[in-house]
Each structure stands twice: as C-alpha cells, then as structure tokens.
C-alpha cells in the first residue's frame, strides 16, 4: 500500500487510507506494507500513519519503512504507542548513485 500512495499527485484523505487497510485485511492479505516514517516534506502522503496504523486489524502483520535513525525512533515509537510493528525497512541500493538519488547520502554514510 504504502509505495502505491506515497508519491500520488492528490491527497488521499486518512480515513480513506484506513478503509483501503481494511479492505486489504479483509481480502485475507497477511501482511501490508503501510506506511514510512520519512519527512513529510518528501513524502507529504504519508504524514498520517500512526493514524492510518490504527485502523489496521490486529492479525495483519504490519511492515513500515525507515531512511535514516530518526525514522526508526518514529516506527519505534508508534510501534510501542498505537500498534504493533512487524518490521522496519530501510533501504539499501547496490548501486551507490541510485542510493545517493533514492536517500541522498553514499553508501559510507549509510549506517
């Protein structure tokens, strides 16, 4: 779900969000992928997971992505707050030029 809405071009209302988790849950998907914890400056579409993790049912094993240590305090936090927290990505390229246009940082600041 969450790399679906993270870069569309209109707002996508949380409650909106919340019944796609649902739906989602209820189709028997076992685990979703819902949210980041980046800056909203870069990925605005995002700003409202914590509240769009609340809507998701318990039995949905629950996957957020992380890009830096300030993120991973958020999901820690949401996690230990609102819901369970399954897993945290954070991503990585081989390639250190993608890495550095995906996260802007090289792969020696990477840590």
């Known amino acids: 779900m969450r790399d679906g809405i993270q870069g569309w071009p209109h707002w996508i209302e949380t409650a909106d969000k919340q019944r796609l988790v649902r739906a989602i849950a ?3 998907v076992p685990e979703i992928d819902a949210t980041s914890f980046v800056s ?3 990925v605005p579409q995002l ?4 509240a769009v993790l609340e809507a998701v049912p318990d039995a949905l094993r629950v996957r957020v992505l992380a ?9 820690v936090a949401v996690h230990r707050k609102v819901r369970r927290i399954d897993r945290c990505g954070i991503p990585f390229s081989v390639s250190e030029s993608h890495n550095r246009a ?3 940082r090289d792969h020696s600041e990477q840590r």
């Open 67 to 75: 890009v830096n240590m300030k993120g991973v305090e958020s999901a």
């Open 47 to 50: 700003v409202d997971g914590p």
């Open 40 to 42: 909203s400056k870069l």
């Open 102 to 104: 995906n996260l802007r």
């Open 26 to 28: 209820d189709a028997g």
